[in-house]
Every structure is written in structure tokens, then in C-alpha cells.
């Protein structure tokens, strides 16, 4: 069983930023992929950003350029930095492992952008 549990949603302005951190098991954080996602209301959930184990990442097209994934392996922690949030990224964010081919995912934490 992987646990994680993410942190730092809240209420935002457009335009304005807001840094999301997952912690999980520091056994598997330093050598696996790491993912997060957001589920919109009433959508289906979406990839946002991908941290391989490798170090390299990729993004959905509509946060390219605005969010940033990183990993601190020493703290077992792995980020999202939102920044220019639009009302579109409004949603509850997860973060994901998949480990001995299981998908594993934190509780989710909200984002809400106002306009």
C-alpha cells in the first residue's frame, strides 16, 4: 500500500499562484514516475504534469508554459507550481504513482481560481 496526501490548495485569484506538494513513502519516491491530475466538476479526470524518474517531464498543453513539477527527494516530496491560474484550472488535484503496477493516489486538495 502507497500513501499519499497532498497539500496547498485553496482559493486563488486569476492570474495569481499556488504550490501544490504530495508526500508519499520515501522507499519508492526516488525511483519512480510521478504524476499529478485534477478532475474538474463534472469531468472526466485529466493528466496535468508527469516527473519520470529520469528526471524529464511532461505536460497537458493547457498548462504548459504556467506549471512546473518537481521532486525533493530528500524530503520525499514532489510539487506542482501553478502560476497565471485561470478559472479553467479550477478542480480538485491529484498526485499518482503507479507501483507494482497499481495506480495509487492522494485524497485530492482543491483549487479553486476566481474571477
Known amino acids: 500500500q502507497v500513501q499519499l496526501v497532498e497539500s496547498g490548495g485553496g482559493l486563488v485569484q486569476v492570474g495569481g499562484s499556488l504550490r501544490l506538494s504530495c508526500t508519499g513513502p520515501?522507499?519508492?519516491?526516488?525511483?519512480?514516475?510521478m504524476a499529478w491530475y485534477r478532475q474538474a466538476a463534472g469531468k472526466q479526470r485529466e493528466l496535468v504534469a508527469r516527473?519520470?524518474?529520469?528526471?524529464?517531464?511532461n505536460y497537458a498543453g493547457s498548462v504548459k508554459g504556467r506549471f512546473t513539477v518537481s521532486k525533493e527527494n530528500g524530503k520525499n516530496m514532489v510539487y506542482l507550481q501553478m502560476n497565471s491560474l485561470k478559472s479553467e484550472d479550477t478542480a480538485v488535484y491529484y498526485c499518482?504513482?503507479?507501483?507494482?503496477?497499481?495506480?495509487?493516489w492522494g485524497q485530492g486538495t482543491q483549487v479553486t481560481v476566481s474571477s
Open positions: 499518482n504513482v503507479r507501483y507494482g503496477g497499481t495506480d495509487y
Open positions: 520515501g522507499s519508492i519516491f526516488s525511483f519512480i514516475p
Open positions: 516527473l519520470s524518474s529520469d528526471g524529464s517531464t
